[in-house]
């Protein structure tokens, strides 16, 4: 049963790359909606373990799985894991992601398929074994990339392109899965203070003077976002791409 304050109270969520910066945020904010979350990490088990210390200090539940989001089978692994331990996944957040930048004459081979091995790769197969446990009301939500709207600045092509990729693949899936009680939508974070982009990074001095609302964005807002779609509030809502962005591309 659902309240106001758990939304996702006997749901089973699923955060990709959920030991840091934006996964983190969202793995806490659904596990604070209520929803019995897993996330996955590559290279951070101190920081994942550390998410996990966090939501179960507040009451959640919470369990992390080491899988590289470029090891197809290491990421099918940790959907079966999850899925054999809990009986089933309600929601996947398609999170993990890297960039590689570099003028696109630059950019050596192995970066390309590194990069579309953690972001467009691992998505589909993230997205391929969840779908096998998860029934009638199901939320798949994939982490896209303002980019994909408004490349602010250069070197960012590689990476754009495979945000890119998942914004046409959350296209896709709406119609193949809606028949199945399963929205899929996107959410496209703007500048967002993370590891990938810190708010004293190299291209913050450029980017601040265009983000309508004068700071970068924090994980929680990001999550904000993500707990909706995620929630019976957003039912009827897929094939969505929401811009978080604090009006950057506008």
Not at 233 to 244: K, P, T
């Amino acid at each position: 049963m659902t309240t106001h304050t758990q939304p996702l109270a006997n749901q089973v969520a699923i955060v990709t790359g959920g030991s840091r910066s934006i996964g983190a945020a969202i793995a806490k904010r659904l596990a604070a909606d209520g929803a019995t979350v897993a996330i996955t990490y590559n290279a951070s088990a101190e920081r994942a373990e550390a998410v996990v210390q966090d939501i179960t200090r507040a009451g959640g539940k919470a369990i992390a799985l080491a899988a590289d989001a470029g090891d197809p089978c290491a990421v099918q692994r940790a959907v079966q894991q999850v899925a054999q331990q809990f009986g089933k996944v309600d929601i996947l957040v398609n999170n993990a992601g890297i960039s590689v930048l570099g003028a696109p004459e630059d950019i050596a081979l192995a970066d390309l398929q590194r990069i579309l091995a953690v972001n467009v790769t691992g998505v589909f197969v993230a997205t391929q074994e969840a779908l096998r446990h998860m029934g009638r009301g199901g939320r798949i939500i994939n982490i896209g990339s303002s980019m994909v709207q408004y490349a602010a600045f250069g070197t960012a092509s590689a990476y754009t392109l495979t945000k890119g990729a998942v914004a046409g693949f959350s296209r896709g899936l709406v119609r193949d899965l809606g028949p199945r009680g399963i929205t899929v939508n996107t959410v496209h974070p703007g500048p967002t203070d993370s590891d990938m982009n810190p708010a004293d990074g190299p291209v913050a001095d450029f980017v601040r003077p265009n983000i309508a609302v004068g700071r970068y964005g924090e994980g929680q807002d990001i999550a904000a976002a993500v707990a909706y779609l995620a929630s019976p509030g957003a039912a009827f809502v897929s094939g969505a791409e929401l811009l978080v962005d604090g009006g950057f591309t506008a």
